[in-house]
Nanobody, 119 residues
Framework: QVQLVESGGGLVQPGGSLRLSCAAS????????MGWFRQAAGKQRDLVAR???????NYADSVKDRFTISRDNAKNTVYLQMNSLKPEDTAVYYC?????????????WGQGTQVTVSS
């Protein structure tokens, strides 16, 4: 099994920055893709950004040029640097990993971390 633990959420004023981290642990053989999704109250969960093991990235249009995803393969950790935050970025942010583990290939989720952008 693969466990994902997020950290770094919180309350920030509009225009501010936050950095989210997500560390994967367990019986991991490889992690193909790591990413971040978010879910605002009453809305569906949407992709924010993702990164492959080779470093290829893609972003939701709403966060391009403000958010940066990065990854430390040696530590099985993914980061999301969020700058110029807006109130509409308020959501629960979930870490996601497509990984090969002792149990086989799977799609794994963290427990979520709240990000609130408000003055």
């Amino acid at each position: 099994q693969v466990q994902l633990v997020e950290s770094g959420g919180g309350l920030v004023q509009p225009g501010g920055s936050l950095r989210l981290s997500c560390a994967a642990s367990g019986s991991i053989f490889s992690i193909n893709v790591m990413g971040w999704f978010r879910q605002a109250a009453g809305k569906q969960r949407d992709l924010v950004a993702r990164i492959t093991s080779g470093g290829n990235t893609n972003y939701a249009d709403s966060v391009k040029d403000r958010f940066t995803i990065s990854r430390d393969n040696a530590k099985n950790t993914v980061y999301l640097q969020m700058n110029s935050l807006k109130p509409e970025d308020t959501a629960v942010y979930y870490c996601n990993a497509l990984a090969q583990s002792k149990m086989g290939f799977g799609n794994f989720w963290g427990q979520g971390t709240q990000v609130t952008v408000s003055s």
